[in-house]
C-alpha cells in the first residue's frame, strides 16, 4: 500500500508559478512511477506529466509541454511539479498517482494504470 499527500496548491494570478509536492509513504519510492493528473469542474481527468522510478524518463501532456518540470527526489520519496507560465485553462484540482514499475516497461500516462492516489490539490490561475 502506498498512501500520497499532495500539497502546494493555491490561487495565482496568469503568468505566475507553484509547485506542487506529493509525499509517498508505505514502499520503497523508487519501485513506483509517478504521475500527476488534473481535473476541472466537469471535465474528465486529464494527464498531465509522469516520471519514471529512477528519475530518468519524463512525459508531459501536449499542452504542459515547456510550462511544466516533473521531478522526483527518492531519498524524500516526494514528486515535484513545477508549474511556470500558469494560465486559467490550468485551473483544476490536481492529482498525483503511482503505479508499481520496472525499467522494462512504459511510464503509464492513463488515469486507469495507475493504482494509488492522492486527495488532490486546488490550484486557481486567475486572468
Known amino acids: 500500500q ?4 499532495e500539497s502546494g496548491g493555491g490561487l495565482v494570478q ?3 508559478s507553484l509547485r506542487l509536492s506529493c509525499a509517498a509513504s508505505g514502499r520503497t519510492f523508487s519501485w513506483y512511477a509517478m504521475g500527476w ?9 486529464e494527464f498531465v506529466s509522469s516520471i519514471s522510478g529512477s ?3 519524463t512525459y508531459y501532456a501536449d499542452s504542459v509541454k515547456g510550462r511544466f518540470t516533473i521531478s522526483r ?3 524524500k520519496n516526494t514528486v515535484y511539479l513545477q508549474m511556470n507560465s500558469l494560465q486559467p485553462e490550468d485551473t483544476a484540482a490536481y492529482y498525483c498517482a503511482a503505479v508499481r514499475w520496472n525499467p522494462g516497461r512504459t511510464v503509464p500516462s492513463t488515469s486507469r494504470a495507475y493504482e494509488y492516489w492522492g486527495q488532490g490539490t486546488q490550484v486557481t490561475v486567475s486572468s
Open 14 to 16: 496568469a503568468g505566475g
Open 73 to 75: 527526489d527518492n531519498a
Open 55 to 57: 528519475g530518468g524518463r
Open 2 to 5: 502506498v498512501q500520497l499527500v
Open 37 to 45: 493528473f488534473r481535473q476541472a469542474p466537469g471535465k474528465e481527468r
